[in-house]
């Protein structure tokens, strides 16, 4: 069974750090993308970034409103994705998704996504 | 940056046809995801690529994308479908790249 279970989440203060863990099942992790997706409380879903797979150079993208504070990485030994969270914001709390990510020529979609993690920021 | 519209809400009868839109400047030139996200759960992709539907997703649920407008439609809604849909592009011009609508709620009466 394909599945992604998110970890790492909980209250923090702002300015601190935190990182979330997503491990990966059920297919083989270092062929996909896979990005970080957020939904803050009674909100839309935002996306946050991806990491390309290691074929397509693994490299990264981030939205404006994390970009320089967040910083997505991957270890494909151990398949999983690291979204590190530093500079915490009171408007990045949220509940944040996993997800496998699929290049379809030059469009992405997320065809499989965590059950999600909840992060807190507040004093 | 790149906008989706979506109408924040739509109501359908059971049995109905229920169609929801997404709207972009020239979304028509570009690939739209759909996805479905019931209270308290992650979202599920039900669409993608304008109108492919991934394995396990009831014929029911197609989509369509020409000029401005792509539209998420579902056939003979059951009560189950009542949700929120949203729709999503990718757009390299953007600050966000993956690109999300504000969601719409399917409410079935």
């Known amino acids: 069974e394909v599945q992604l279970v998110e970890s790492g989440g909980g209250l923090v203060q702002p300015g601190r750090s935190l990182r979330l863990s997503c491990t990966a099942s059920?297919?083989?992790?270092?062929?996909?993308?896979m990005s970080w997706v957020r939904q803050a409380p009674g909100k839309g879903l935002e996306w946050v970034g991806f990491?390309?797979?290691?074929?397509?150079?693994?490299?990264?993208e981030y939205a404006a409103s994390v970009k320089g504070r967040f910083t997505i990485s991957r270890d494909d030994s151990k398949s999983i994705a690291y979204l590190q969270m530093n500079s915490l914001k009171t408007e990045d709390t949220a509940v944040y998704y996993c997800?496998?990510?699929?290049?379809?020529?030059?469009?992405?979609?997320?065809?499989?996504w965590g059950k999600g993690t909840t992060v807190t920021v507040s004093s | 940056s790149y906008v989706l519209t979506q109408p924040p809400s739509v109501s359908v009868a059971p049995g109905q046809t229920a169609r929801i839109t997404c709207g972009g400047n020239?979304?028509?030139?570009?690939?739209v995801h759909w996805y479905q996200q019931k209270p308290g759960q992650a979202p599920v992709l039900v669409v993608y690529?304008?109108?492919d539907r991934p394995s396990g997703i009831p014929e029911r649920f197609s989509g369509s994308n020409s000029g401005n407008t792509a539209t998420l439609t579902i056939s003979r809604v059951e009560a189950g479908d009542e949700a929120d849909y949203y729709c999503?592009?990718?757009?390299?011009?953007?600050?966000?790249?993956?690109?999300f609508g504000g969601g719409t709620k399917l409410t079935v009466l």
């Open positions: 990491i390309r797979s290691k074929a397509y150079g693994g490299t990264t």
């Open positions: 690529d304008d109108s």
């Open positions: 020239n979304i028509g030139s570009k690939s």
């Open positions: 999503q592009v990718w757009d390299s011009s953007s600050d966000h790249y993956v690109v």
């Open positions: 059920g297919f083989t992790f270092g062929d996909y993308a």
């Open positions: 997800t496998r990510t699929q290049v379809l020529g030059y469009s992405y979609y997320m065809d499989v």
